[in-house]
């Protein structure tokens, strides 16, 4: 079993920054590919970013590319999102996920084992 906790949420204007933390805690964190997701109001939960268990890649959603970046360390069981040029269209609660399969399509929700409970993050236009 894997517990996740989102942090570092919050409401920023058109062009500012954030960094999300998800902490893991249970089982081997180094040993899990993790994702990040989002679910607009009114829409639903889409792929954001997905790190494998090495960290050798990372895979964004097209929306999100240059702006984004996905990081981790393993050493404190902890996956980080790095938002930059935030958008309102980037309005959304994030969610970060946990997965045991290498080979799955990342983007695919039902690859994934363990979720957290999510953060908001809000973009004020």
């Known amino acids: 079993q894997v517990q996740l906790v989102e942090s570092g949420g919050g409401l920023v204007p058109t062009g500012g920054s954030l960094t999300l933390s998800c902490a893991a805690s249970?089982?081997?964190?180094?040993?899990?590919?993790m994702g990040w997701f989002r679910q607009a109001p009114g829409k639903e939960r889409e792929f954001v970013a997905y790190?494998?268990?090495?960290?050798?890649?990372?895979t964004y959603t097209e929306s999100v590319k240059g702006r984004f970046t996905c990081s981790r360390d393993n050493a404190k069981d902890t996956v980080y999102l790095q938002m930059n040029s935030l958008k309102p269209e980037d309005t959304a609660v994030y969610y970060c996920?946990?997965?045991?399969?290498?080979?799955?399509?990342?983007?695919?929700?039902?690859?994934?084992?363990?979720w957290g409970q999510g953060t908001q993050v809000t973009v004020s236009s």
């Open positions: 249970g089982r081997t964190f180094s040993s899990y590919g």
């Open positions: 996920a946990a997965r045991t399969s290498a080979f799955a399509t990342v983007s695919s929700m039902t690859s994934y084992d363990y």
């Open positions: 790190m494998p268990w090495s960290g050798s890649s990372t």
